[in-house]
C-alpha cells in the first residue's frame, strides 16, 4: 500500500508528462507482481467497488478522531473530498504498515462489503491506526468507491512497455479487459502482461477485444483531404462503440471503455458468428418498422435496466451496426487496408443474414460539397453526422495517425445560454476550485419566472476561465450543502451539447447529452438567458 500512495501523490502532485512516465517505470519496475497487477486496474481505468457506505465511513471518521460533527462538516465544506477530509482529522498512527497492496485489496478491504457495521468499525480504526496521511487517504478512496487518478492508459501502456522492452501496441492489445471488474487480477496475469512477445500471442486473447481504433475530429474544410475518391464515407451513429468478438465457441460484447456488456444485450450475444470473428461496429436500438435508428435516450432506458424483460426486449431491440471486420477465421486483419476489410465485412454480414447484425452503409457523392450537403440531413436521419475513412488506412490503436487516419465529421452542436446556480469542488489538483456547474434555463411567465437546472457540466474552460468563475462562486455564495453551493444567478454561460429528448427524472423534463461549456456569455444578462420552451423547440425540430 505504502507504494502505490507514494505513486499516486505524485501522479496528482505533477502535470508533467515525463515525471509522470518515470514515476510510473519505477513503480512497475519494482513493485511485487500481485501488487503491480491490482496497480495496473485502477491506473487503466478499473474502479473499486464502494465497500464501507459514506454514512458509516464519516460516523466512524468522527468517532476515531473524537472531533464534533459540526467541526468534521466545516472541514469537509472546507476540503470538499471526503477522503482528504478524514485523512486530515485522523491522529497520528502508533504502528506501520507493510502489507501490499494486493492483500490490502484481497483480505482487507473486501471482506468490508457487506460486513456487519461493528466489523466495520472495528477494521477501520485498526487499519487507520496503522496508515500514514498518504495511505489514509488513499484507503479512503479505495473503500469509498471514489478513486480516479491523473494519469492517462497510455502512459500505463507506454510504462509498461518500457519495463517489458516489447511494442506499445503489444501492452495495448493485452490491456483490454483488464478493468473489467469480474476478473481478479493477479500475479501470473501481470507477468503475462509484460512477458516477452510469444507465437502465441493470438491464442492467448480468449474472448478479449481488440484496442479501438479512434477517430480524429474534422476541424477544417473537408476538401483539404484531398481526392474524395481515396476516402470511404459513412454516417456517425449516436450509439455505444463495441466488438463482438466470437472465440472458444461463446460470444462477447465489449464496450470501447472495456466493460464487458454482454448480459445487456443477449440478442446480440445470440447471433451465430463463424469461431474467430470480432466485429467492430455501434449498438444501437432499432426502429426496424421504420428501418433506422432510434433516438440514444431508447438505448439509455436498456442500459439501465438491471433485468431485460421480454417485453421490454421487443420494444426496444438492439442491433450491431458494423463498420469493420478485425479478425476472421482466427486471423488478425487489422493490418489489411480499409477498403480491403470492408469488402470482407459485407461478405460475412450478407452471409450471416441476421437482423440484429447489420452493416453502416456507405455515403456516395460526386464531390465534398454534395457531401456537404448531405450531412446536413444528419439530424433528421439520427445521426451526428459522418466518418471519413481513408481506403488506405490500416486499423490502428487509439486515437493515431501512424497508420491511416479515420475523421469524425460531425454537426455542429446544440447550443443554448444557460444560468450558473450550483457549483461543486473538483478532483485532484482542482479539489480546492469550483468546477462542476449546474445549469438552469428559465420557465414560466414574466413576473413568475424561476430557473430550473437542466444539464451538468465541468469541461470547456481555460484554468484562468476556472479561477475567474470560481472567484465568482465564492462572492456569491447563497447556501451550502455539504460540498455543494447555491450561488446568486450572476453568470450565464453558452452550453453545447449533441443530443436532446424527454426525461421525466430530471425537472426540466428534458435531458441533453454530452452537455459542455462553449463560453462563458458576459455579453448577456441573465434576464435573457433561454428559457425551457427553447429546449422544448429544439426537441421537437430533432424530433421530426
Keep these: 500500500m ?50 464501507v457506505p459514506t454514512k458509516l465511513l464519516r460516523q466512524y471518521a468522527i468517532e476515531y478522531a473524537v472531533l464534533d460533527e459540526w467541526l468534521f462538516d466545516e472541514s469537509y465544506n472546507a476540503v470538499g473530498d471526503l477522503a482528504e477530509t478524514i485523512a486530515y482529522i485522523l491522529p497520528p498512527p502508533e504502528k506501520r504498515s507493510d502489507v501490499g497492496l494486493a492483500v490490502w485489496m484481497e483480505e482487507r478491504i473486501g471482506p468490508l462489503r457487506g460486513a456487519d457495521p461493528g466489523a466495520i468499525r472495528e477494521a477501520l480504526f485498526s487499519y487507520w491506526n496503522e496508515l500514514d496521511w498518504r495511505e489514509r487517504f488513499l484507503f479512503c478512496k479505495l473503500i469509498g468507491g471514489g478513486f480516479r487518478v491523473g494519469v492517462s492508459k497510455l502512459l500505463v501502456t507506454r510504462a509498461l512497455a518500457h519495463i517489458a522492452a516489447v511494442d506499445s501496441k503489444l501492452i495495448a492489445q493485452r490491456l483490454m479487459g483488464w478493468t473489467d471488474g469480474s476478473v481478479r487480477p493477479t500475479a501470473p496475469r501481470f507477468l503475462q502482461l509484460i512477458a516477452a512477445q510469444s507465437d502465441e500471442e493470438h491464442k492467448l ?100 435496466r438491471k433485468t431485460l424483460s421480454a417485453k421490454l426486449l421487443a420494444e426496444l431491440p438492439a442491433v450491431l451496426v458494423c463498420y469493420d471486420l478485425l479478425e476472421l477465421d482466427g486471423v488478425d486483419l487489422r493490418a489489411l487496408p480499409q477498403i480491403e476489410r470492408r469488402a470482407l465485412l459485407e461478405t460475412q454480414v450478407a452471409q450471416l443474414d441476421q437482423p440484429q447484425i447489420k452493416i453502416s452503409p456507405l455515403v456516395h457523392a460526386d464531390s465534398w460539397e454534395a457531401l456537404t450537403e448531405l450531412r446536413a440531413e444528419s439530424r433528421a436521419r439520427g445521426v451526428e453526422g459522418m466518418m471519413v475513412k481513408a481506403k488506405s488506412a490500416q486499423y490502428g490503436v487509439g486515437r493515431t495517425k501512424d497508420v491511416g487516419t479515420w475523421w469524425k465529421w460531425k454537426i455542429d452542436p446544440y447550443t443554448v445560454d444557460a444560468v450558473l446556480i450550483y457549483a461543486q469542488a473538483g478532483h485532484g489538483r482542482r479539489a480546492s476550485l469550483y468546477t462542476d456547474y449546474t445549469f438552469a434555463v428559465w420557465d414560466g411567465e414574466d413576473g413568475e419566472r424561476r430557473l430550473v437546472p437542466f444539464a451538468k457540466a465541468y469541461s470547456g474552460l481555460t484554468d484562468a476561465e476556472i479561477a475567474q468563475v470560481d472567484n465568482a462562486i465564492r462572492k456569491t455564495t447563497v447556501e451550502k450543502f455539504g460540498p455543494v453551493r447555491s450561488v446568486k444567478p450572476t453568470m450565464v454561460f453558452e452550453i453545447g451539447f449533441e443530443g436532446i429528448a424527454l426525461s421525466p427524472r430530471h425537472k426540466a423534463g428534458i435531458a441533453v447529452r454530452f452537455p459542455r461549456i462553449l463560453r462563458r456569455r458576459d455579453d448577456k444578462p441573465v434576464e435573457d438567458a433561454d428559457t425551457l420552451d427553447t429546449l422544448k423547440g429544439l426537441l421537437a425540430a430533432a424530433r421530426a
Design 205 to 304: 486473447r480468449g474472448g478479449q477485444p481488440y484496442p479501438f481504433f479512434l477517430a480524429h475530429q474534422l476541424q477544417g474544410e473537408p476538401a483539404a483531404l484531398g481526392d474524395l475518391a481515396d476516402w470511404q464515407v459513412e454516417w456517425k451513429y449516436d450509439g455505444i462503440r463495441a466488438q463482438l468478438v466470437r472465440r472458444g465457441g461463446q460470444n462477447y460484447l465489449w464496450s470501447r471503455g472495456e466493460d464487458l456488456i454482454s448480459e445487456r444485450f443477449p440478442e446480440l450475444c445470440n447471433a451465430h458468428l463463424p469461431e474467430g470473428t470480432v466485429l467492430d461496429g455501434e449498438v444501437l436500438v432499432w426502429d426496424h418498422l421504420h428501418d433506422v435508428p432510434a433516438p440514444f435516450a431508447e438505448l439509455q432506458r436498456r442500459i439501465g
Design 2 to 51: 505504502r507504494e502505490f500512495a507514494r505513486l499516486y501523490a505524485e501522479l496528482d502532485e505533477t502535470t508533467a508528462t515525463n515525471r509522470k512516465l518515470e514515476a510510473l517505470q519505477q513503480y512497475f519496475s519494482t513493485a511485487a507482481p500481485e501488487n503491480a497487477a491490482w496497480a495496473v486496474y485502477f491506473l487503466a481505468g478499473g474502479k473499486p467497488r464502494q465497500a
